[in-house]
């Protein structure tokens, strides 16, 4: 999609945001990593600016325990953060995973990855279903991150509900809220 950035009112630039529609498998961490660095890779051949992928892209989504949960789990330290920024040839990338936080603790965390290969962190804050069986809620605001395009908030799928989260982004500037999202299919 192609979006207008308003600074002040004035339209400064085009931004062109691709949303990668990936189905993540899980259990399949090796796969789903080199799926999403493939889908970052073609939207910035593309001309994407801003690319967003799924919640969870790195684990998939519908876990049945909390040990299959555990087994796909990365921490901030992980190579693939690394990796999506070099697919990213610039692009700002904003992508889900199943983190292994330092407290031992899992989240269903995002990062975004700015065209410098700065990182920002957000653990989701409101769960869905069941994942209060695999996850803890995070508990600090969404993030506002000034970048070269302008103002980009994000925060993770079922968060977007809550009317309190997305005002607090919009008070705090936010140009562009990207939103990763898994829904998956369920019988």
Partial sequence: AMVDAMVGGVVEAMVTVTCGKLAPVVGELSSNLDTSCAAIEAASAADADVIVLP????????????????AVS????????????????????????????????????????????????????????????WFAAGSEPPPVVE???????????????????TRAVAVRGADLLAVPTNWPWLD
């Fill in 55 to 70: 919640e969870l892209t790195t684990s998939g989504y519908c876990f049945l325990s909390a040990d299959e949960a555990r």
């Fill in 74 to 133: 990365i921490s901030r330290d992980h190579a693939i953060f690394e990796r999506w920024h070099s697919a990213g040839r610039g692009a700002i990338v904003i992508a889900g995973f199943a983190e292994l936080g330092e407290d031992g603790r899992l989240y269903n965390s995002a990062v975004l990855l700015d065209a410098t290969g700065g990182r920002s962190w957000y653990r989701k804050v409101h769960l869905w279903d069941s994942e209060q069986l």
């Fill in 147 to 165: 970048t070269a395009l302008g103002s980009i908030a994000f925060m993770v799928c079922y968060d977007m509900e809550f009317l309190e989260m």
